[in-house]
């Protein structure tokens, strides 16, 4: 069981340049989520998808976009890398209820 | 605006000593709380949560405590152990906004032996 997969685990790009990020779950869970983390800032929500077919914004929104592809797969995004983008970002899925999240195992994004 | 606090950056504890770990919220909205851990290179994953209507929830070696009234939130591991040495997030939840989490900097532990 994988669980929730992302790829790619580390990518560098130039600024300006654009990218995509992928992440795929096989628990089918409804809900699906992009946080990124930052030293001394924790884990902050991008954006969510709380079913197929819907996304919305999340604490952190700007430079990024969406897409909630079918029940298993939400991918992130970049359209113009900026520095300020430069994170480790991770995906998360759950199933409502006491159970938190499942997260991927992070993808470091640095954008020089 | 940082509604989850972490004021501990790190935390040093003997093996088999009490660890615990620390959180206060500044939204009185938030009624549902996670503690989450982190090994290096991994995702977090899920410790153990505690609902408003509780103040406190156990889990084996795990013990989370919820003070309302202080928006204050503490995790208790004992006895610890080396393999407990790890970065601990807290999270919260409103009411009413669905799953969507606020978490805290973190807490890093580390467990001598």
């Known amino acids: 069981n994988a669980g929730v997969t992302q790829t790619p685990k580390f990518q560098v790009l130039k600024t300006g340049q654009s990218m995509t990020l992928q992440c795929a779950q096989d628990?089918?869970?409804?809900?699906m989520y992009w946080y990124r983390q930052d030293p001394g800032m924790g884990l902050r929500l991008i954006y969510y998808s709380a079913s197929e077919g819907t996304t919305d914004k999340g604490e952190v929104p700007n430079g990024y976009n969406v897409s909630r592809l079918n029940k298993r797969e939400f991918s992130l995004r970049l359209e113009s890398a900026a520095p300020s983008q430069t994170s480790v970002y991770f995906c998360a899925s759950d199933q409502g209820g006491t159970y938190g999240y499942t997260f991927g195992s992070g993808t470091r994004l640095t954008v020089v | 605006d940082q509604q989850v606090k972490q004021n501990s950056p790190s935390l040093s504890v003997q093996e088999g000593r009490i660890s615990i770990l620390n959180c206060d919220y500044t939204n009185s909205m938030f009624d549902y709380f996670l503690w989450y851990k982190k090994y290096p290179a991994e995702g977090p994953t899920f410790l153990i949560s505690?609902?408003?209507?509780?103040d406190k929830n156990e889990d084996g070696r795990f013990t989370v405590f919820l003070n309302k009234s202080a928006k204050h939130l503490s995790l208790h591991i004992v006895p610890s152990q080396p393999g407990d040495s790890a970065v601990y997030f807290c999270a919260a939840s409103a009411v009413g906004t669905g799953n969507q989490f606020y978490f805290g900097t973190g807490t890093s532990l580390t467990v001598i032996p």
């Open positions: 628990m089918n869970h409804n809900s």
């Open positions: 505690i609902s408003s209507i509780k």
